[in-house]
């Protein structure tokens, strides 16, 4: 079974340095048939005007991935981390029993433009931790690259869930073909291009549940669509 959720469905902030999309209730937005899927809480689509960001502020208890698609992103945190996320890093933060941290365009011209996601943790009030990794294009060219674990393995960042992430950047007409284990969720988002998803079309935006189906077919529809897969209980 496949359910998309429309690019054009989700809901928007707009504070002029900010231009925020939810793909599930976040902020100000509520919608109750759409407060995540499984274990993934959050999907912000956020583009954030040069020079601006996010102030310092607290989480608990979740588990945060900033993915940028375009720009430089600057975080800084209370347990002491500084860093540049840019295109093709990974950033993982546990907020566990509690961080603060921000979030800056590092340009004083250029917008940045990532996705931040959250995972709801699979304990309570864990010591808080930071970790990114880099991935190249190559990596990601016409395949799935899992990228953020359980278990941290070949060397990916570790989500303290039961969830696995994986990244596709593929050219018109490339295929990758997904066999979740029977008792799996998946969740596709496309962070640009379009693809078909098992003959159902996607574009920039759109998300995917899916539940019950044995393989899942992506074939992109335009060159530079890159796709992320989530695997979850």
Excluded: C
């Excluded at 995972?119 to 991935?135: D, L, M, R, W």
């Amino acid at each position: 079974m496949i359910n998309i959720r429309p690019a054009q469905a989700r809901g928007n902030a707009n504070f002029g340095w900010l231009d925020s999309k939810h793909t599930f209730s976040f902020g100000s937005y509520y919608d109750p048939n759409h407060m995540g899927f499984s274990n993934l809480r959050v999907i912000n689509e956020d583009k954030v005007q040069p020079g601006q960001g996010f102030g310092t502020h607290s989480h608990k208890d979740m588990e945060i991935i900033s993915y940028v698609l375009e720009g430089e992103l600057e975080h800084k945190d209370s347990i002491g981390n500084g860093s540049i996320i840019r295109p093709g890093d990974v950033q993982r933060m546990s907020a566990g029993k509690g961080i603060a941290h921000s979030e800056f365009n590092a340009s004083n011209k250029d917008l940045v433009h990532f996705l931040q996601i959250w995972i709801v943790p699979e304990t309570n009030g864990i010591t808080p931790s930071y970790e990114q990794k880099n991935f190249s294009l190559a990596e990601k060219q016409g395949k799935l690259k899992l990228v953020a674990s359980p278990d941290g393995r070949d060397n990916t960042v570790t989500i303290h869930q039961d969830a696995s992430l994986y990244v596709a950047v593929l050219n018109k007409e490339e295929k990758v073909t997904y066999n979740p284990n029977s008792n799996r969720s998946v969740w596709i988002q496309i962070a640009r291009g379009s693809a078909t998803i098992n003959g159902k079309a996607l574009n920039t935006g759109d998300g995917a549940a899916i539940t019950e189906e044995q393989a899942i077919e992506i074939i992109a529809t335009s060159d530079d669509t890159e796709i992320l897969l989530f695997d979850l209980a």
